[in-house]
């Protein structure tokens, strides 16, 4: 199922192949911003064998229908990759819950891509995908993250101490979920 969506700047589509180059570009010029925010790499790992794992793990997710990542490639310039979307550890049965992921581009901080994209992302969760539930953990002193939980509408759920190891150490995290009965779609 492609499940590729187009919000009024963005088209959200699965990664491929011959978005290397482009993903390349993004993760190198956002190295220091995203290195806060996100489990650090094994030893050795380039932005190559980044970008092949995260294609070959999305491609499965998706037909494991255990997780959805997309890319965001603004219309305008369809040769650039501003963000990474994602809805991950799809639980099916009885929880019908996911666990909501984002990052913008360092090129791209500030122009309202990840709430365009996430609350696109929620359409998809609770439309086609049939989810319930959908959370999302931020670290307390990620502030933009912060925002986009709470322009998405999410809700805050709880604190989590020492919950996931980010960039090496233990970090606690601020808990939000959104549920369907609370989602209205876009437009």
Avoid: C
Wanted: net charge negative; no cysteine.
């Amino acid at each position: 199922m492609d499940q590729t969506v187009q919000t009024d700047r963005l088209v959200l589509r699965p990664l491929q192949d011959e978005d290397e180059t482009p993903w390349i570009r993004m993760e190198e010029a956002s190295d220091a911003l995203f290195r806060p925010w996100m489990p650090r790499l094994e030893e050795g790992t380039t932005w190559r064998d980044l970008f092949l794992h995260t294609l070959s793990h999305a491609s499965r997710a998706e037909a494991e229908d255990t997780g959805l990542v997309r890319i965001a490639v603004p219309i305008a310039s369809p040769d650039e990759i501003v963000g990474v979307f994602s809805l991950s550890q799809i639980f099916r049965r009885a929880f019908q819950n996911a666990y909501a992921g984002w990052r913008v581009s360092a090129l791209h901080q500030g122009e309202g891509f990840a709430t365009e994209s996430m609350r696109a992302m929620l359409d998809l969760a609770f439309g086609s995908l049939g989810l319930h539930r959908v959370q999302a953990n931020v670290i307390p002193t990620n502030h933009a993250s912060l925002r986009v939980a709470h322009k998405i509408g999410m809700r805050r759920e709880g604190y989590a101490e020492r919950y996931l190891q980010i960039d090496g150490t233990w970090q606690d995290h601020v808990m939000f979920a959104r549920t369907s009965d609370e989602h209205r779609p876009r437009g």
